[in-house]
Antibody, heavy 119, light 110 residues
């Protein structure tokens, strides 16, 4: 059974940092690209970024609004992906999901973590 | 404002058919695969359609997808009250070098 179990999240002040984790099981994690998607309250899904697998040089890509502030990484020995969020803004407030690549789509999703950026 | 355009809402009666459209451009839908997701509030999104018209294991054949040019559609037949949810299309945008989603369509089963 494929499982993506997320941890982290919570309340942080504007300008602060937070790190989310996504622990995977039930599939060959090292061979899969991993993505992060977020959803602000009352809004639609927004892709945050992704990290590819080792054969693809762990290449990362990000949506424009988080470039230079967010970093996606992975530890294949722990089957875990990470989303490091720095210089957080109020508009980053959202539920964040990690999700597994399936070709050009996403077939399994983590349970989601609420990140609230507020003073 | 989303790169992919979906109607904000659609509705139909139980047992009927509904079509949800997703309009894009040559940089996204026109040259990349489209996927569709069902999202009920408080749950995680569920993959319904991949690669324009593929159905993952466990997804009933009441759900079908298609693509023509720079637009894609999701058809749901035999509507059930349990189908009430938000539906999103998604694809890669070669110009933005990013995954893009539609704004979402809220389905109401009257």
């Amino acid at each position: 059974e494929v499982l993506l179990v997320q941890s982290g999240g919570g309340l942080v002040q504007p300008g602060g940092s937070l790190k989310l984790s996504c622990a995977a099981s039930g599939f060959i994690f090292s061979g899969s690209a991993m993505h992060w998607v977020r959803q602000a309250s009352g809004k639609g899904l927004e892709w945050v970024g992704r990290i590819r697998s080792k054969p693809n040089n762990y290449a990362t890509a990000y949506t424009a609004s988080v470039k230079g502030r967010f970093t996606i990484s992975r530890d294949d020995s722990k089957n875990t992906a990470y989303l490091q969020m720095n210089s957080l803004k109020t508009e980053d407030t959202a539920v964040y999901y990690c999700t597994k690549n399936y070709g050009d789509s996403f077939d399994f999703w983590g349970q989601g973590n609420l990140v609230t950026v507020s003073s | 404002q989303s790169v992919l355009t979906q109607p904000p809402s659609v509705s139909a009666a139980p047992g009927q058919k509904v079509t949800i459209s997703c309009s894009g451009s040559s940089s996204n839908i026109g040259n990349n695969y489209v996927s569709w997701y069902q999202h009920l509030p408080g749950t995680t999104p569920k993959l319904l359609i991949y690669d324009n018209d593929g159905r993952p294991s466990g997804i009933p054949d009441r759900f079908s997808g298609s693509k023509s040019g720079t637009s894609a559609t999701l058809d749901i037949t035999g509507l059930q009250t349990g189908d009430e949810a938000d539906y999103y299309c998604g694809t890669w945008d070669s110009g933005l070098s990013a995954v893009v989603f539609g704004g979402g369509t809220k389905l109401t089963v009257l």
